[in-house]
């Protein structure tokens, strides 16, 4: 049975850092895709980085020179550095995992989300 479990969430102030990290158990996520969607307060779901198994990476535009995500194979574990937070930002926070290794754009398991708040 997989389980994606997220860590890392919190508040923050505008310009500030956080670390996501989400820990996987259940198969052997080293073949599969790997990410992070966010939704925020009445809006619908958004990708917001993806890594592949083979290390390839892409990100909203919105995201792009702020935020890095990175896996670490022998530990099944995604994380999404995240810096310079801006309160558009504020969002809960979704790890994915895709069986295409490539990235197919949807999904196969979803984390149960860790709230991202960014303030002034």
């Known amino acids: 049975q997989v389980q994606l479990v997220e860590s890392g969430g919190g508040l923050v102030q505008i310009g500030g850092s956080l670390r996501l990290t989400c820990a996987a158990s259940?198969?052997?996520?080293?073949?599969?895709?790997m990410g992070w969607w966010r939704q925020a307060p009445g809006k619908e779901r958004e990708e917001v980085a993806i890594?592949?198994?083979?290390?390839?990476?892409r990100y909203a535009d919105s995201v792009k020179d702020r935020f890095t995500i990175s896996r670490d194979n022998a530990k099944n574990t995604v994380d999404l550095q995240m810096n310079s937070l801006k309160p558009e930002d504020t969002a809960v926070y979704y790890c994915?995992?895709?069986?295409?290794?490539?990235?197919?754009?949807?999904?196969?398991?979803w984390g149960q989300g860790t709230q991202v708040t960014v303030s002034s």
């Open positions: 994915i995992v895709d069986h295409y290794r490539n990235y197919d754009g949807e999904p196969d398991y």
């Open positions: 259940g198969d052997n996520f080293s073949n599969y895709a």
């Open positions: 890594i592949t198994s083979g290390g390839t990476t």
